[in-house]
């Protein structure tokens, strides 16, 4: 048996759920992927999945083992695309999690130039507004708007989102357009919730004009924790809205946002990609990185340099 295909083949069917989809992503046959896991069991001399007829399910010791294999086939692909003859052309698998409404807009309509250039790199990437546990979810890097908290983080500052605030045409007509800031506290007016995952709480949206700083926290008939259901929510009217510019730009030109509050500023929302300390900066990764950075810089690019 092959440790490194035996591993590799149980990390597969556990993330495929199915034998036949893990032989499939392998090129291998159905029969040599059973083998190699029925391989790793006797040699660990523990049961790592549970197979009925219809689904696979992995096993507590299977789980745990599950998280270690993939440290290792990490490690062992770094140390492979370290090499000079493989960094010139970055290959391998990567895992990445970004903001939804990011994904959406800027980075996936991007990719095919992506993988044009780096054809050999895999990525798996995970679509959420959530706070994700690099190490423990075995995440390569991490896309994130706002300062970050954890300061154990390594993190390249790529972007500055500008935010601005703007309500449906359909919102405004029946409450009304608010002349200043403060009026959004009052009880006739309504903002859309975001959920921040770090806390679980809506924050106040600090703002400015002429020596003039206030906060509105506003009230809301809804709160979302997705980039994208946050937008939606906003067009159907349901509330006032803090978005950044490139989420707002194309509904703005087309009527369907109105901007309000002229003369007032909210402060540049950082953009970070972020990733493990102890995670070696594969070519891959270094890459990727690189991509992200050279994209926000055509959408959002740095006006502070104040990299953690």
């Not at 990567?94 to 994904?103: E, I, K, Q, T, W």
């Not at 919102?171 to 995952?197: C, K, M, N």
């Not at 194309?250 to 300390?277: C, I, K, N, Q, T």
């Amino acid at each position: 048996m092959d440790r490194f295909d035996a591993m590799q083949a149980f990390a597969r069917v556990v993330e495929a759920g199915s034998f036949t989809k893990a032989a499939e992503t392998l090129h291998m046959s159905k029969t040599s992927v059973t083998q190699l896991v029925q391989q790793l069991e006797a040699r660990l001399r523990v049961k790592l999945l549970n197979r009925t007829t219809r689904k696979v399910n992995v096993t507590a010791d299977g789980a745990a083992y599950y998280e270690r294999v993939l440290r290792l086939l990490a490690d062992m692909d770094d140390a492979e695309t370290s090499l000079s003859s493989a960094s010139a052309s970055p290959r391998g698998r990567l895992r990445v999690d970004v903001p939804s409404p990011l994904a959406r807009m800027i980075l996936v309509p991007a990719l095919p130039a992506f993988h044009a250039h780096h054809p050999d790199i895999q990525l798996d990437m995970g679509v959420s507004d959530r706070m994700v546990d690099l190490i423990d979810e075995n995440v390569d890097c991490v896309v994130r708007g706002g300062e970050l908290t954890d300061q154990s983080l390594m993190a390249r500052r790529v972007g500055d989102l500008q935010l601005g605030v703007y309500a449906a045409p359909s919102y405004l007509e029946r409450a009304g357009t608010p002349a200043h800031p403060q009026e959004l506290e009052d009880t006739h007016h309504r903002i859309v919730g975001f959920l921040w995952s770090r806390n679980g709480k809506t924050l106040p949206y600090a703002m400015h004009r002429d020596g003039e700083s206030i906060e509105v926290q506003g009230r809301y008939v809804l709160s979302v924790d997705d980039g994208n259901a946050y937008l939606a929510a906003g067009l159907a009217g349901l509330g006032v809205l803090w978005l950044p510019d490139y989420m707002s730009k194309a509904h703005l030109a087309r009527g369907e946002l109105v901007s309000l509050f002229e003369g007032w500023r909210l402060d540049p929302m950082p953009l970070y990609v972020a990733f493990p300390p102890n995670r070696h900066v594969s070519a891959k990764l270094r890459v990727f990185i690189d991509w992200v950075a050279e994209l926000m810089a055509q959408h959002a690019p740095v006006t502070v340099r104040r990299d953690p």
